[in-house]
T-cell receptor, first 118, second 111 residues
Framework: GAVVSQHPSWVICKSGTSVKIECRSL??????MFWYRQFPKQSLMLMAT?????????EQGVEKDKFLINHASLTLSTLTVTSAHPEDSSFYIC??????????????FGPGTRLTVT | LAKTTQPISMDSYEGQEVNITCSHN???????ITWYQQFPSQGPRFIIQ???TKVTNEVASLFIPADRKSSTLSLPRVSLSDTAVYYC????????????FGKGTTLSVSS
């Protein structure tokens, strides 16, 4: 099946610094990737849609200048959390979309990245 | 996007069949129904997807009535390792928009 990886799996950074998270589709090309955030005991919240070669589309309430998304190739999207603060501590999950065997779009998720800002 | 409603939690015992029902009254013609499983500190894992009637794969079955306003995920003979959160999502395949997650159903399997 389709595999999506994320790196790093966990990261601890100091308040005010920036952190980059990578999302890769390993065995398929993805023109569209998505970034989600999940707080403890809560569901996934869509942050933005990342399109290869164009600007990302952010959901309402998500600061585009704080969460920089770059989708430079068909297999890689990156999320950079700039000037991180403790309230940015969360579980960040990416996903990539591809057509399955039946021609239907299927969305596959990465393993997630745990960000802790101290 | 069609909103989904699921039970917040369910309990079961090993070896039992578990059926989780999801309500999606406003499902649109182009919408597909997809179920995901999530363990703590992991990304969601695709379980099954369907449009109508019944779909079966190696891990689950998905039952969708003719009006498509609900769907039921059936897990045969659950084990302790099936303890997880299960999400029902509805999305337009052709539009290719992101899946929006609801609260999900926390399934607890005991021995």
């Amino acid at each position: 099946g389709a595999v999506v990886s994320q790196h790093p799996s966990w990261v601890i950074c100091k308040s005010g610094t920036s952190v980059k998270i990578e999302c890769r589709s390993l065995d398929f090309q993805a023109t569209t990737m998505f970034w989600y955030r999940q707080f403890p005991k809560q569901s996934l919240m869509l942050m933005a849609t990342s399109n290869e070669g164009s600007k990302a589309t952010y959901e309402q309430g998500v600061e585009k200048d704080k969460f920089l998304i770059n989708h430079a190739s068909l297999t890689l999207s990156t999320l950079t959390v700039t000037s991180a603060h403790p309230e940015d501590s969360s579980f960040y999950i990416c996903s990539a979309r591809t057509r399955g065997d039946r021609g239907i779009y299927e969305q596959y998720f990465g393993p997630g990245t745990r960000l802790t800002v101290t | 996007l069609a909103k989904t409603t699921q039970p917040i939690s369910m309990d079961s015992y090993e070896g039992q069949e578990v059926n989780i029902t999801c309500s999606h009254n406003n499902i649109a013609t182009n919408d597909y129904i997809t179920w995901y499983q999530q363990f703590p500190s992991q990304g969601p894992r695709f379980i099954i997807q369907g449009y109508k009637t019944k779909v079966t794969n190696e891990v689950a079955s998905l039952f969708i009535p003719a009006d498509r306003k609900s769907s039921t995920l059936s897990l045969p003979r659950v084990s302790l390792s099936d303890t997880a959160v299960y999400y029902c999502l509805v999305g337009d395949d052709q539009a290719g928009t992101a899946l929006i997650f609801g609260k999900g159903t926390t399934l607890s399997v005991s021995s």
